[in-house]
């Protein structure tokens, strides 16, 4: 079965600066999709940025970015000029590609999040 | 912003009896699924559905039971309430198994067993 570590439960960053958040899993499987969902106070997970495994470059999404690492099954999150919004819970998420019907394939596995605060 | 919505928003309820949180999507996605939310913990999934009448267990379904009778309903029910329910619930839903753009998410609810 599929996992998802994330081993900082706590990050702090002051303003302005850059800050990357760590997640390793572990998989056999060949294709599949990682995601960064963000949880701020008002509970509410939202969809940082995604990456598909069979592409070599890493995603990008304005000041978000990721180092995917598919040999090392490493997915680390970037955030640059770090903003008092972005002060939030950060979840790391797999899911298999498989189209099996019925089946578990292809549900979102989550690591166990990392709280991030911005110092001003 | 997607067509999913949770109900209640926060429950406190006593020891023993009976919950039902329901979600309802407007979205025709098949996939729906149920997690909890507790610290340390991340989100762990309880039950997922793949259609109408057509669900299965998680890694943490005892205590729990699911319904779906139409396509855009999923019930969540704690026949007998305890200590160790209270947690936040997430509904999510997905167009497909495996798709690659993950799952859109309810607001969740706060559930308080006392």
């Known amino acids: 079965a599929q996992t998802v570590t994330q081993s900082q439960p706590e990050m702090s960053v002051q303003e302005a600066e850059t800050v990357t958040l760590s997640c390793t899993y572990d998989t056999s499987e060949s294709d599949y999709y990682l995601f960064w969902y963000k949880q701020p106070p008002s509970r509410q997970m939202i969809l940082v940025i995604r990456q598909e495994a069979y592409k070599q470059q890493n995603a990008t999404e304005n000041r978000f970015s990721v180092n995917f690492q598919k040999a090392a099954k490493s997915f680390s999150l970037k955030i640059s000029d770090s903003q008092l919004g972005d002060a939030a819970m950060y979840f790391c998420?797999?899911?298999?590609?498989?189209?099996?019907?019925?089946?578990?394939?292809?549900?979102?596995?989550f690591g166990k999040g990392t709280k991030l605060s911005v110092k001003p | 912003d997607a067509g999913i919505t949770q109900s209640p928003r926060h429950k406190v309820t006593e020891t023993g009896t009976p919950v039902t949180l329901r979600c309802h999507q407007t979205e025709n996605h098949r996939y729906m699924y149920w997690y909890r939310q507790d610290p340390g913990h991340g989100l762990r999934l309880i039950h997922y559905s793949y259609g109408v009448k057509d669900t299965d267990k998680g890694e943490v379904s005892d205590g729990y039971s699911v319904s779906r009778s139409k396509t855009e309903d999923f019930l969540l029910t704690l026949e007998s309430a305890t200590s160790s329910q209270t947690s936040v619930y997430f509904c999510?839903?997905?167009?497909?198994?495996?798709?690659?753009?993950?799952?859109?998410f309810g607001s969740g609810t706060r559930l308080t067993v006392v």
């Open positions: 998420a797999y899911r298999s590609a498989g189209l099996n019907y019925g089946g578990s394939q292809g549900n979102l596995i």
């Open positions: 999510a839903i997905s167009l497909r198994a495996g798709h690659g753009y993950g799952y859109t």
